[in-house]
């Protein structure tokens, strides 16, 4: 099965060199936990011989993030497409654009998160709330197939009210159903991060440890495998 690399010397090791090219991977976990840096390193590194597709809906990708990643080769963030939707409505009408935005240049999507407008709009109509976020993962998982490029998204998550370690992933079945390749990210002790590779077609359950540096990803001593 084809892959790319993922950016962190870490994920490449849990991924067994990297993300599939023709599925949905979903990074999930609590805030501080990572996500937006694993979006970003895959951005940058997919960026060095193809376009990036980034929907930021979170504002999270900052721009000095972005330059301390790149400050080999600052003109990679070049490569890569930021598209900001503000609300539910307007990331609703970029994934109706997006199959129009992919072209044979276009090496990886990134939504981050895919769940946070989402999940303001659900105080509202549940049912039809729902029923767009399915549609955009269909777009996402048809995109992926047809291109065969990989298509990464993080979404937030929320915890049982009996067991505050059990995270689930917000949108649900809608999002996991979706993805191929599932990994939960946890914030442990002393800025140290897990990431658990939850759900994958070929690949068994299992764990790295790493830390947040400023060139990266460094991965820490643990790989756990179930």
């Known amino acids: 099965m084809q892959r790319v690399p ?4 870490a994920f490449d090791q ?5 993300f599939e090219t023709d599925v949905v991977t979903t990074i999930y976990g609590p805030s501080g936990s990572g996500k937006t840096n694993v979006c970003l390193l895959a951005a940058i590194t997919t960026a060095r011989s193809s376009k990036v597709i980034y929907i930021d809906t979170e504002g999270g990708a900052s721009t000095q993030r972005l330059l301390q990643l790149t400050s080999g080769n600052p003109g990679l963030a070049d490569n890569i497409l930021f598209l900001k939707p503000t609300c539910f409505k307007e990331q ?5 654009r997006l199959k129009d935005l992919v072209n044979e240049r276009v090496g990886m999507i990134i939504v981050d998160t895919i769940s946070m407008l989402y999940r303001a709009e659900l105080g509202k109509e549940v049912y039809d709330t729902n029923k767009v976020l399915g549609r955009q993962l269909s777009y ?9 490029i990989p298509v990464l998204i993080a979404s937030q998550v929320y915890s049982d009210f009996d067991d505050k370690d059990n995270y689930k992933v917000v949108g649900g079945d809608i999002i996991t159903y979706s993805s191929k390749c599932l990994i939960l990210l946890r914030n442990k002790e002393k800025g140290i991060k897990r990431a658990t590779l939850v759900r994958h ?14 060139k990266g990803l460094e991965k820490k001593g643990l790989f756990t495998q179930t």
């Open 140 to 148: 996402l998982v048809e995109i992926a197939r047809k291109r065969n």
């Open 92 to 96: 609703a009408e970029l994934f109706n």
């Open 14 to 18: 849990l991924l067994d060199g990297g």
């Open 201 to 214: 077609r070929s690949l068994p359950e299992r764990s790295i440890e790493f830390v947040i540096k400023q």
């Open 6 to 9: 993922t950016g962190s010397k």
